[in-house]
């Protein structure tokens, strides 16, 4: 229980904490564009009172996502001093774009997104819900970039232990940051689609507001049509980027210790424990194809992948961790493709129909209880690209135990208990009121805003 062991599980702990947020907040803002462009097209009421809706529970991701997301910002002051003396100069402005560009974009124009529903003209609003998406989306990228500069870091020079010269255009695009940031930003879509379709799911099944549930059910399918191959196209690009970067981290995810000779496709590994002292696998089950991690990693059955022995034991991190959330996330993200696949075969069979959802219950069930796959499958990707960067803080600059801040047992666990009793509470209060949200169900007495009737009252004029 050392200051570094305690200083990652805090950063491990707010990270997870916090990433719970942006996913939906970045998805439901995308949704919100998506609904109002269709209100403004069609003027149909349907659209502005899902808006409406949802809009609820994205201010409550909004608020929490804000709150959490500075102490993560704070934390590198605090708990990794080491790492921000010398590549602070660097990331504390990449950090700072994300702040400058992004959230105060965002913050600027959800004020009109909130209160201005009839005190600006209906395009005007749509702009501001454009720019409120925008302003998150950009955001994440500014985080991505961060975070994929440590995993590929390019474009400065460290001289005497600081960051001496940048060049910003070849560090902000280092290898990772459009793939990840891509990788991330649909996994923000994909959460959100399975997160609303989910609740509608649930009133399906309790029989309220059916039909009124059933649209929002089918904009999400339709969404979810193309996020979810997408994603799994991002993640083989993402799983090869780090073959290519990171071996080591590779070797880890996949428990491959020896290099397989060239022309002979290395075995990819379905289960297995690791043995560091022995160097091997004590138990592994492989998969039947021949050569699938040479492809999988490489593109070719006979590829050759470094094992964990071509690298020198303090350069190995983690293996369990990494090896295993890696699976899980990938066995989440075909279980979300086959229930798209199983929903669009239902629609294409007349059963997405009012006068059907009874029939069918099992499908609403399970779509009902997959709501929170897509916040566990960012998780253990998350897990697996942090977990498996180690023992590096800037991948083959600084090791992790070179960034930690001069503090004490005594002062990590403080401040780490005090998180995370922070972070059950506001995780209670975001169910408490997000269930009276959903418990109150849309809201369909509420006046329309006043463009809607100027504009009637000048057809009926015409």
Not at 383 to 393: K, L, M, N, S
Request: aromatic share 18%.
């Amino acid at each position: 229980m050392d200051p570094l062991f305690l200083s990652r599980i805090q950063f491990a702990v707010t990270t997870a904490f916090h990433m719970l947020w942006p996913l939906l907040s970045i998805g439901l803002s995308f949704m919100m564009v998506i609904l109002e462009v269709a209100w403004l097209s069609t003027k149909n009421e349907v659209y502005y009172r899902h808006e409406r809706f949802w809009s609820k529970i994205f201010l409550l991701t909004f608020g929490i996502g804000v709150a959490s997301g500075l102490v993560l910002e704070f934390e590198f002051g605090t708990n990794w001093a080491g790492f921000s003396s010398v590549a602070g100069g660097f990331f504390g402005n990449i950090l700072g774009f994300e702040g400058s560009m992004a959230f105060a974009l965002e913050a600027a124009f959800l004020a009109i997104f909130i209160f201005g529903w009839n005190r600006v003209s209906p395009k005007a609003h749509l702009v501001s819900t454009i720019m409120v998406a925008f302003g998150a989306s950009l955001s994440a990228w500014w985080i991505m970039d961060a975070n994929s500069w440590m995993q590929t870091p390019t474009g400065v020079k460290i001289v005497n232990g600081s960051v001496s010269s940048v060049n910003y255009l070849e560090a902000i695009l280092n290898p990772f940051a459009m793939i990840s940031f891509w990788h991330m930003w649909i996994a923000c879509i994909e959460t959100t689609i399975f997160f609303v379709a989910g609740i509608s799911a649930y009133y399906i099944l309790k029989k309220q507001n059916t039909e009124f549930f059933l649209k929002i059910f089918k904009i999400s399918l339709i969404i979810a049509i193309f996020a979810t191959p997408i994603q799994v196209y991002l993640g083989d690009l993402s799983g090869k980027l780090v073959g290519k970067y990171q071996p080591a981290t590779l070797a880890a995810m996949e428990s491959h210790w020896n290099t397989n000779p060239i022309g002979i496709g290395a075995t990819w590994h379905l289960i297995a424990i690791p043995d560091r002292k022995a160097e091997a696998n004590s138990f592994v089950i492989n998969a039947p194809i021949p050569g699938l991690m040479s492809f999988l990693d490489a593109g070719s059955f006979t590829a050759q992948v470094k094992g964990l022995k071509s690298f020198a034991p303090d350069d190995r991190g983690p293996i369990i961790l990494p090896f295993y959330s890696f699976r899980l996330m990938v066995l989440i993200g075909f279980v979300m493709v086959f229930m798209m696949l199983w929903a669009l075969w239902y629609w294409f069979r007349g059963h997405l129909k009012y006068e059907d959802t009874s029939r069918h219950k099992w499908f609403w069930k399970i779509w009902y209880w997959g709501f929170p796959l897509g916040f566990i499958a960012t998780e253990l990707g998350w897990i697996t690209r942090e977990v498996g960067r180690q023992p590096w803080v800037i991948y083959g600059i600084m090791r992790t135990s070179q960034g930690v801040s001069n503090l004490t047992t005594e002062q990590v666990l403080i401040t780490l208990s005090a998180f995370i009793a922070t972070y059950i509470l506001l995780f209670v209060l975001f169910v408490f009121f997000t269930r009276k949200i959903i418990k109150a169900g849309p809201d369909f007495k509420s006046p329309l805003p006043d463009w809607v009737k100027h504009s009637k009252g000048a057809d009926k004029n015409a």
